[in-house]
Structures are given as structure tokens and as C-alpha cells.
């Protein structure tokens, strides 16, 4: 899964984005917990993860508001 924009990310209901943002956390912790016990092939993914948790998240602020 690469990344996204944020616009792609406004075309999905809020239902979608908060599975979404569900997801993201996962993957988070799961690369999170590679890096720790030294496993992690891609340091960039955390990156990408993070970033699009937030656009995810910056799209669900403006559905609510």
C-alpha cells in the first residue's frame, strides 16, 4: 500500500477513514516494534505511515468541522 493524498482520502466516508486510521495504527506499532527488536527492512515506511495517519486524520477534522 503506498501513501495517499488527502484528496483521496476525502472521497471515503468517515466510517472508511476511521478503519483506515484503525489500520494505520496498527501498522504502526507492528513497525514500531521491528525497529525495536531490530527487524525493520524499511525505515522510510514508518514515515509514510505516520504522515498518512495524519492526513487521515487532518481529512476527519474537516468532516467534523
Known amino acids: 500500500m503506498g501513501t ?12 472508511e477513514l476511521r478503519e483506515r486510521e484503525r489500520e494505520l ?5 507492528a513497525l514500531r516494534l521491528q525497529k525495536v527488536t531490530g527487524q525493520l527492512e524499511k525505515p522510510a515506511r514508518v514515515r509514510e505511515v505516520r504522515r498518512d495517519m ?6 476527519l ?3 467534523r468541522g
Do not use: G, P
Open 4 to 15: 495517499k493524498k488527502a484528496s483521496q482520502f476525502r472521497d471515503q466516508t468517515v466510517e
Open 25 to 29: 495504527s496498527e501498522q504502526l506499532f
Open 54 to 59: 495524519a492526513r487521515v486524520q487532518t481529512v
Open 61 to 63: 477534522r474537516e468532516k
